[in-house]
């Protein structure tokens, strides 16, 4: 045993320059308390099930009134897919002292001599080389990098997803809200209708007309309601709720602005973006895996020691022994190499590929926030203030006479239509600002 832990001590020497194990260990705790649970490790399916989310503070928030930014924090506590990746990350690194310290088996034996009438007992234990353990280590501490930043590109998907689910719950309850109007304009429309038909100024037919359009409003408003409900669950469920968990008063989503200089967003991106980072640890790793393949000509060392009981002199002796592997069969050798060599090539393109489509994410999801910046723009300065001073002049001109009942119906359609475009713009604008910001790898 002496043998072995000196071995051990060599090799602890050697993977002195393995790198941030500890520095890992301590983001990873860092992690955890933040994204805090009400269940333990080793609690049956039944109880995660049942388990309530953490944060009564967060509850609290989330029925009385919450903002796009307070959503985010929520779900990035809250998701379980998040602690999914961060389990994962947390496995990734428990290989590092697995390669750095395999567990070593010793061999035990026994042999009697009837000749020599003696009885040996002994032990044999082979140990990879040092410089092998060591290489293993650093290509698993490569890859459990690598996978702190998957987890970092999970958080940063999940709050582009609360962000969205949050803009389409906003959206389906600002629907509901101005097709109500509309049916209140409606309204009045109708009183105004049912004056002028007793004062023989108006036909009944146009009254007719006025009632179909309201009941086509309510009717529609059933189908916006029903689009809250579904809206509500998918923003519950991201936030580990019941789907049918009561949402507060949402705040007003951020007034679009536009993306900023491309070239800036790019280098951005380049940067930070998760994605990116995965890739370079995994070519880390592959190099090692590399050096490691070439490593299999070095011969691993094997020691052993052994008791000798001689009965026929009444003597014990001890013995031991030292030795070599010896790698002999070259095939398998060469073909470990080329294959670690192949993975280590397509480990580099795949950095230039994930770069790539890095820069489209970015191009696209800036492209895309422009212009539904744009549109909200054009919508809410120019088209719906236009809109609702057609609806005031039509209103005017109808009870002076100067045009029928259609000119005014065909004025609150247009209100209606761009009422609706300017929130279903701005519901988009928030969606592709969450998309960018995930793009160019967390937020502005």
């Known amino acids: 045993m002496r043998e072995q832990l000196a071995m051990a001590a060599l090799v602890s020497l050697a993977g002195c320059s393995i790198g941030d194990l500890p520095a890992q260990e301590r983001e ?36 009385s009134g919450i903002s796009t930014d307070q959503v985010q924090e929520i779900a990035v506590r809250r998701n379980p897919e998040l602690t999914v990746a961060l389990e994962r990350w947390v496995a990734f690194l428990e290989r590092v002292p ?14 009697y001599s009837g ?24 290509a698993a501490l490569s890859e459990a990098r690598a ?5 970092r590109e999970r958080e940063n998907i999940l709050r582009m997803e609360a962000a969205t689910a949050y803009a389409s719950l906003y959206l389906a309850r600002r629907e509901v809200e101005i097709v109500d109007e509309n049916v209140v304009l409606l309204g009045r429309f109708i009183e105004i209708l049912d004056a002028r038909v007793k004062a023989g100024r108006a036909t009944l037919s146009d009254m007719l007309r006025a009632r179909v359009e309201r009941d086509g409003l309510r009717a529609e408003r059933a189908t916006l ?17 019941h789907p049918d968990a009561p949402i507060g008063k949402l705040a007003a989503l951020p007034l679009p602005e536009g993306p900023g200089e491309l070239t800036a967003l790019y280098e951005r991106a380049l940067e930070r973006r998760p994605d990116l980072v995965a890739t370079e640890h995994r070519v880390a790793a592959a190099d090692e895996a590399t050096s490691r393949a070439r490593q299999e000509w070095i ?73 539904a910046a744009e549109r909200y723009a054009i919508l809410a300065k120019d088209a719906l203030p236009e809109a609702e001073t057609g ?17 005014l119906l065909d004025a609150e359609r247009t209100l209606l239509a761009k009422s609706l475009d300017r929130e279903r713009a701005h519901a988009d604008y928030a969606s592709r600002r969450a998309e960018l910001d995930r793009a160019i790898g967390g937020r502005r």
């Open 28 to 63: 990873i705790g860092v992690e955890r308390r933040r994204l805090g649970r009400s269940y333990a490790d080793d609690d049956p399916i039944e109880a995660i099930l049942a388990a309530k989310p953490e944060g009564g503070d967060a509850e609290a928030r989330i029925t």
């Open 98 to 111: 697995q390669r750095q310290f395999p567990s070593i088996s010793p061999a035990f034996s026994y042999r």
């Open 115 to 138: 000749q020599m009438k003696t009885h040996e007992v002994g032990v044999d234990v082979g140990v990879p080389f040092p410089t092998k353990l060591v290489t293993e280590a650093r």
């Open 147 to 151: 996978t702190g930043a998957d987890y």
């Open 225 to 241: 309601a029903g689009n809250v409900l579904v809206a509500t669950s998918a923003l519950n469920v991201l936030l580990d709720r």
């Open 299 to 371: 011969p691993d060392p094997t020691f052993g020691a052994s008791y000798v009981r001689d009965f026929g002199t009444d003597r014990s002796f001890a013995g031991f022994m030292g030795g070599f592997s010896l790698p002999i069969y070259v095939p398998s050798i060469l073909a470990r190499i080329r294959e670690s060599e192949a993975l280590a090539r397509g480990a580099r393109a795949e950095v230039r590929s994930t770069r790539n489509r890095v820069l489209d994410d970015v191009r696209a999801s800036a492209a895309r926030t422009a212009a």
């Open 391 to 407: 609806v005031r002049t039509a209103e005017g001109d109808y009870v002076a006479g100067t045009v029928d009942f259609l000119a």
